[in-house]
């Protein structure tokens, strides 16, 4: 690891001790509805999961996150009707590029300006975003990157990482003409409205993209990290009973105290339907509909996961002596973030200090480190996250265990771990961030931006500008602006060591 690299993330490391308890469901709350003879589900996938775990057990948070979001059985993103939207006003969030058309022109900024600090790479562009939506932030982005004609002439392919068929064909809708999109054998394909002379490539994983050692590619993420599954652990302290040892000479003597065990925190239905409380009478039909009807418990023994992904940090180890500690790790998102690291630096890092990646992800791959990769999402600078699998529907905070595969569930993103993940990966690549969003959209230029589009506006349409500004880099409880957090995963470049990119405390170079 190069010393560059080693001062950004030595900086990121700086951590406090995230703890607490899990949420255990209260199974004495339930709703009248369920209390019938044969039980009722919310949802037809609620059924299929509980008959699933009565017959092969329990199963873990990352099972039931995944079958949630992503099954092709009532999955909330793979199987929305297509005249339905789950971003909005009308849907259950929204999010900063439907906020404001600022946010994506900033991020086109962005991409602009590492093109032209990085000027050792004059190849083509490789543009990526991993979780589209509705496609709001590649057309602004788009829109503004035409504008830099150098720029955008290199622009070769964009690759939109989208499972969603609903979402797939918005982002068709907005991007292209949607009948020029045909299906080819790595997915769909159209050809840019901004960009003429770019095709645009819908696949379903990160590892359909193509990997070139020639081209420089431009990674994006916004609210992708804190929708992919976790594991959930709490550290259990051994059996409290007195052992002793006894021998001819002391026959008292007590054992060594035996240490804590992480134990995997485990998704179940609620038990005994029938014997649970009754809603009151006078609750609405949507107020019974929010009961959870699953729960979290702790395995009776160690899991395979359990023996592994929490000693894979001393991060972790350093919380499991302290019992009732719970930490939530995502091994998807550590496979990503090395994914994205190697595809930007190359990998994977032969230093021998450096932790090996285990991730399928690590084959070799020999590139000259270019590109680059933006991580817009939500959660705390440095903490270890736990308790913060959270339901969404309809604008507001759910259980995550109601209505399965309508509700939207997201956790914190664990945005050291992807830095440790990343570095870990690739000796190419150095980390920056996070940052609240708040700093990296005032830094990048956002307010100048902001007073250019009011200028002239009528007054209602310049309350419009100001009020979604003011929503993105509000740094109160009502806001966005410290809630959101930027990382940027950037080549570690020979002569360039300990560059600030612009947003991370830095200027354009070139």
């Not at 979604?468 to 509000?474: E, H, I, P, S, T």
């Amino acid at each position: 690891m190069n010393s560059s690299a080693r001062r950004c993330f030595r900086a990121l490391s700086r951590y406090r001790v995230g703890c607490g308890q899990p949420h255990i469901v209260n199974s004495t709350a339930f709703s009248r509805q369920y209390v019938t003879g044969a039980r009722q589900w919310s949802t037809p996938l609620a059924k299929k999961l509980a008959e699933a775990i009565d017959t092969t057990g329990p199963i873990p948070v990352a099972t039931y996150m995944r079958q949630c979001l992503t099954s092709t059985d009532g999955g909330y993103y793979t199987t929305k009707q297509a005249d339905s939207d789950q971003f909005g006003r009308q849907g259950d969030f929204i999010t900063s590029p439907e906020i404001s058309q600022v946010f994506g022109e900033l991020v086109g900024i962005w991409i602009v300006a590492e093109c032209l600090s990085q000027r050792h790479a004059t190849g083509g562009i490789q543009l990526i975003e991993l979780g589209p939506g509705r496609g709001t932030l590649m057309d602004d982005l788009l829109r503004t990157v035409r504008q830099f004609k150098p720029i955008a002439d290199r622009i070769e392919s964009i690759y939109m990482v989208e499972a969603s068929p609903p979402l797939r064909e918005k982002q068709q809708r907005l991007l292209c003409d949607s009948q020029d999109v045909k299906e080819t054998e790595a997915g769909f394909e159209g050809i840019s409205k901004h960009l003429p002379g770019a095709k645009i490539v819908w696949c379903d994983q990160l590892k359909d993209v193509p990997k070139d050692a020639n081209r420089m590619p431009f990674i994006v993420a916004h609210e992708f990290f804190d929708a992919l599954p976790i594991h959930v652990f709490k550290s259990i302290a051994p059996d409290e009973k007195a052992s002793s040892i006894i021998t001819t000479n002391n026959p008292h003597a007590p054992s060594l105290k035996k240490p804590n065990d992480w134990r995997e925190l485990l998704v179940s239905p609620i038990a005994n339907p029938s014997k649970l409380k009754m809603s009151p009478s006078g609750q609405s039909q949507t107020e019974r509909d929010d009961f959870p009807e699953f729960q979290l418990s702790p395995a009776n023994a160690s899991t395979p996961h359990s023996m592994l992904l929490p000693e894979t940090s001393l991060r972790y180890q350093r919380l499991k002596t302290m019992t009732g500690s719970v930490v939530e790790i995502s091994p998807e998102s550590l496979s990503l973030a090395a994914e994205i690291a190697m595809r930007i630096g190359g990998g994977p890092a032969s230093s021998p200090t450096s932790k090996r990646s285990t991730h399928k992800a690590a084959s070799t791959f020999h590139k000259t480190p270019s590109g680059g990769a933006l991580i817009l999402d939500y959660g705390p600078l440095s903490t270890i996250p736990a308790n913060t699998l959270r339901g969404i529907r309809s604008h507001q905070l759910v259980s995550p265990f109601s209505k399965a595969g309508l509700t939207d569930l997201s956790i914190d993103v664990d945005f050291t771990a992807i830095a440790e993940a990343a570095i870990n990966a690739s000796e190419g690549v150095e980390v920056h961030g996070p940052v609240d969003q708040a700093l990296w959209l005032e830094t990048i230029g956002g307010r100048s931006r902001v007073d250019a589009l009011v200028r002239g506006a009528d007054e209602e349409k310049k309350s419009r500008i100001e009020g979604a500004w003011k929503r993105l880099v509000d740094r109160g409880p009502t806001g966005m602006g410290q809630l959101y957090k930027a990382m940027a995963v950037l080549p570690c470049l020979p002569g360039m060591e300990g560059r600030r990119p612009i947003g991370f405390g830095g200027d354009v170079v070139i």
